[in-house]
């Protein structure tokens, strides 16, 4: 079992849309978790961090659900420079932070 | 503040070959990573740095060599290139461990 699990895609939406993204993490002492966007043949980017408590970021929500081990990531209002791919990141422990295990991303489309 | 540069950004080698990746950053982080990227896999770590002339294994190092000499570069070292290391590598620089990494463009190598 790969220790950061997200379902590929691709995700086809229209603009305006609502879409949520989960991640599974095998790693119960997982400790930091974010979510990074990835262009085409571009280097990845952070998007955001992932708070216990949950955080908001604009049209992006994310969220930590530790007794289920995943993540989550909701973008309302979809625009067309959306369209890209989600990396879900986690770092294994508190003594090891500089580890971060990588998910391999979820394609999203956003259509006009 | 050109942030993460990766030089160079393609290669073409031969099996046997060897060949630097040279990975530099002007942000004054301590720690620097190497990652490589694979269709259908997350960005896996190869080595990565947590100071000037520190150097530790990642998840896949095997096939690698790494050196920090000064705190801005990073190299990254392929003595004997084989076909399994063709993929896009990625360097990253961060303030500290689970901070925010910051990506350099990549190096697509291709090993025949």
């Known amino acids: 079992r790969k220790e950061v699990e997200q379902d590929p895609g691709p995700f086809n939406v229209p603009e305006g849309a609502t879409v949520a993204f989960n991640c599974t993490y095998s790693?119960?002492?997982?400790?930091?978790f974010f979510w990074y966007r990835q262009d085409c043949r571009k280097e990845p980017k952070l998007l955001m961090s992932v708070y216990s408590s949950g955080n908001e970021d604009g049209r992006f929500t994310a969220q930590l659900n530790r007794a289920s081990q995943y993540i989550s990531l909701l973008i309302r209002d979809s625009k067309l420079s959306d369209s890209a791919t989600y990396l879900c990141?986690?770092?294994?422990?508190?003594?090891?932070?500089?580890?971060?295990?990588f998910g391999a991303g979820t394609r999203l489309t956003v259509k006009p | 503040n050109a942030g993460v540069t990766q030089t160079p950004k393609f290669r073409v080698l031969k099996t046997g070959q060897s060949m630097t990746l040279l990975c530099a950053q002007d942000m004054n982080h301590e720690y620097m990573y190497w990652y490589r990227q694979d269709p259908g896999m997350g960005l896996r770590l190869i080595h990565y740095s947590v100071g000037e002339g520190t150097t530790a294994k990642g998840e896949v190092p095997d096939g690698y060599n790494v050196s920090r000499l000064k705190k801005q570069n990073f190299l990254l070292g392929l003595e004997s290139a084989a076909p399994s290391q063709t993929s896009v590598y990625f360097c990253?620089?961060?303030?500290?461990?689970?901070?925010?990494?910051?990506f350099g463009p990549g190096t697509r190598l291709t090993v025949l």
């Open positions: 790693n119960s002492a997982s400790q930091s």
């Open positions: 990253a620089s961060s303030y500290s461990g689970a901070f925010e990494q910051f």
């Open positions: 990141v986690v770092t294994p422990s508190f003594y090891n932070n500089n580890d971060m295990r």
